[in-house]
């Protein structure tokens, strides 16, 4: 375990910046700071068990902290298990429900023309659209009750939609889906801080929430793509639900009900404690948003239809009104949901553009290089998910190690040197040859990807986290959550964007064959290189002086 420092440690103001040094840990918040847990007295001094795991960086028993970690990486992994296995079935899912091509956008990104995926779905744009309020709601009615109503509502929606024998009852399900992941995860956040006291425990605790992501998303890939071949798709969605339903009913039965508790729940805070307005702004600007993305990528013709230009000018000047909208709630100290001085706060800004550029980069790279498996080397779904088993193993370890080390080594340190590693991973496939070998490119290329984002997860959780204050930690999941959302959006638009534009200039005539696929490709990866390069800039901008963060506090 880390050993108690004697340096300084300085707080991330939630209102005003707070100033950076050479060195500096990065001060987080624990449950003792917010009420007494049940070995507490009512002085607040640490007595029994509590104090026998202070030392150890943890509130509780080593068997509660298994549970806490197991409960929250497993549900939020969850939701990559269902995004892997929608991935890999969609064909049989489409052919057997008769679910038609306009529908299967809603379902999984869906192949357009020239090769291009629309990059939205139903679960992502609910969940992309509620994560703020969902946090909000975390902060008010405790986050382990938003925990466990998010893994409920998780558990159903994944044993409906095995169920569903039609499109349009998939597509509901789906969507419902969406909310409760934007409900178990800000509040999984939330509940890691309550629970650990800043240093390693707590590390690793985001370190395991961060690598559930990577491995259940190669579950879902491997197993979605096995159960679709042989038993039924809906198989892949029964164990699914079976799995949630047993982390469900663990958390209810082990999950502590200090963590994540708040002192009062009643209608009066409901309405006073929650930016309400700010949230119904803010949702209805990245709903709009998200829509219009999907629209346009899908084809570009489609901006001059009155409907997106009305919806894309409403989104957008929704962002100044939510700005003028946060300057008010601040000035008259009541709740705000990103308050604006926050982004006088250098790292905290950097750390979100990072966030936002590294997500869109590496959920890009990951897209196109399954359409370049499909669509350029003609390999089924299948076998162009087996090639990417090695991201979610690499992803994990990454996580981990970061997770290990995060309060010994410079935060800009981990930050940099996983980006520059995953700016190595478009080039590669920019440079790829269709006939070589997947070890030759493909394989590294793959292997390097997730190392950016999920070295970042880790530090810019906890730096996220430190900005915001101790009563709005399930915002501060939703802050991380939706801003890595919006960038996985925005960034697979803009690729799309201009892979359909080469592809539609090139001098192959036609469009549709792999030769001229790959041509947009191939300057769609050299965006994305440049996206992970802008990265590494902001970092080395922003970042220079942050020194370490997840250390353990005096």
Not at 367 to 375: K, V
Request: aromatic share 8%; charged share 10%; with cysteine.
């Amino acid at each position: 375990m880390a050993q108690t420092t004697s340096s300084t440690a300085v707080e991330l103001a939630p209102v005003a910046p707070a100033p950076l040094s050479t060195a500096f840990s990065i001060e987080l918040h624990s449950l003792h700071d917010d009420h007494l847990g049940p070995d507490s007295a009512e002085n607040g001094q640490i007595l029994g068990p509590l104090a026998r795991a202070q030392d150890q960086g943890f509130a509780y028993s080593k068997g509660k902290v298994a549970v806490i970690i197991s409960c929250v990486s497993v549900a939020t992994g969850i939701n990559s298990i269902l995004s892997g296995l929608i991935i890999v079935s969609i064909p049989v899912i489409a052919r057997e429900i008769h679910l038609e091509g306009a529908l299967v956008l809603w379902i999984q990104n869906h192949m357009a023309k020239g090769g291009a995926r629309r990059p939205i779905t139903i679960q992502a744009l609910t969940c992309g659209c509620t994560l703020l309020l969902a946090g909000s709601f975390a902060d008010v009615l405790g986050s382990r009750n938003v925990y466990l109503l998010g893994s409920f509502l998780q558990t159903v929606t994944s044993l409906a939609c095995g169920l569903s024998k039609t499109g349009a009852q998939l597509i509901v399900f789906r969507a419902f889906s969406g909310i409760a992941t934007s409900c178990s995860l800000p509040s999984a956040v939330s509940i890691i801080n309550d629970a650990f006291v800043p240093g390693r425990s707590r590390n690793l605790a985001f370190a395991a929430m961060g690598g559930g992501q990577p491995v259940g998303f190669g579950l879902g890939l491997t197993v979605g793509g096995v159960l679709a071949g042989s038993i039924g798709w809906q198989w892949a969605f029964h164990m699914t639900a079976i799995l949630n339903f047993i982390t469900l009913s663990l958390s209810a039965w082990q999950l502590p009900r200090t963590v994540g508790a708040v002192e009062e729940v009643s209608w009066t805070r409901l309405k006073t404690d929650i930016d309400w307005l700010g949230a119904i702004i803010a949702s209805s600007s990245l709903a709009m948003l998200s829509y219009v993305l999907a629209a346009v990528t899908s084809d570009t013709s489609s901006m001059r239809q009155p409907v997106n230009i009305a919806l894309l000018s409403t989104a957008i000047a929704l962002c100044p009104a939510f700005i003028l909208w946060m300057n008010r709630q601040e000035k008259l100290a009541r709740p705000a949901l990103i308050p604006n001085s926050l982004w006088r706060n250098k790292v905290f800004t950097s750390i979100c553009i990072n966030v936002f550029l590294v997500w869109g980069a590496f959920n890009s790279v990951e897209q196109f290089g399954n359409l370049f498996f499909q669509e350029v080397q003609r390999l089924n779904a299948l076998n162009a998910a087996i090639r990417f088993l090695p991201m979610p193993v690499i992803g994990f370890i990454a996580t981990v190690l970061v997770g290990l080390f995060v309060h010994r080594v410079r935060a800009d340190v981990i930050v940099i040197v996983s980006t520059i590693i995953s700016c190595v991973s478009p080039v590669l496939m920019a440079l790829v040859n269709p006939k070589w070998s997947y070890w030759a490119c493909a394989f590294p290329a793959l292997l390097f990807n997730p190392i950016g984002a999920d070295g970042l997860f880790t530090v810019s959780n906890l730096l996220i986290s430190a900005s915001f204050s101790k009563k709005t930690q399930g915002l501060a999941g939703g802050v991380f959550n939706t801003i890595s959302q919006v960038g996985k959006s925005v960034g697979l638009a803009l690729a799309t964007l201009i892979a359909n534009d080469v592809t539609a200039t090139s001098e192959i005539n036609d469009k549709e064959t792999p030769q001229a696929l790959m041509k947009g490709y191939r300057a769609a990866f050299w965006f994305l290189f440049a996206v992970n390069a802008v990265s590494l800039f902001t970092s080395v901008w922003g970042l220079r002086k942050i020194g370490t963060v997840g250390r353990k506090r005096d």
